[in-house]
Nanobody, 125 residues
Framework: VQLQASGGGLVQAGGSLRLSCAASGRTFSGYTMAWFRQGPGKEREFVAGFFRNNGRTYYSDSVKGRFTASRDNAKNMVSLQMNSLTPEDTAVYYC???????????????????WGQGTQVTVSS
């Protein structure tokens, strides 16, 4: 699977951005897909994800209620709508895919086999 993320940019606090990630491959629906982010000087952290076995969407507490992740298996694409952005959301955002992640591990970066190149999101105060 090859992943291509896009949609990052510079936005003021309180603004919105929408990220997209296009995936290659004919078995896209069989992957657990996720968004991670890595802020300056920070570890890469889970933001949101779709577990392949139950079709549910999961969010980190830090973005719950502000971010909405969506998945379109027909278009091999996942998206992340980010609202009410704060400077703490500044990071490089990555999409990732996992063929075999179990639910308890889906928030771990080590569970993912494929990564997009990342897209920078900068939120100014």
């Amino acid at each position: 699977v090859q992943l291509q993320a896009s949609g990052g940019g510079l936005v003021q606090a309180g603004g919105s951005l929408r990220l997209s990630c296009a995936a290659s491959g004919r078995t896209f629906s069989g992957y657990t897909m996720a968004w991670f982010r890595q802020g300056p000087g920070k570890e890469r952290e889970f933001v949101a994800g779709f577990f392949r076995n139950n079709g549910r969407t999961y969010y980190s507490d830090s973005v719950k209620g502000r971010f909405t992740a969506s998945r379109d298996n027909a278009k091999n694409m996942v998206s992340l709508q980010m609202n009410s952005l704060t400077p703490e959301d500044t990071a490089v955002y990555y999409c990732a895919a996992s063929r075999g992640a179990i639910l308890s591990a889906m928030t771990s970066r080590n569970a993912y086999d494929y990564w997009g190149q990342g897209t920078q999101v900068t939120v100014s105060s």
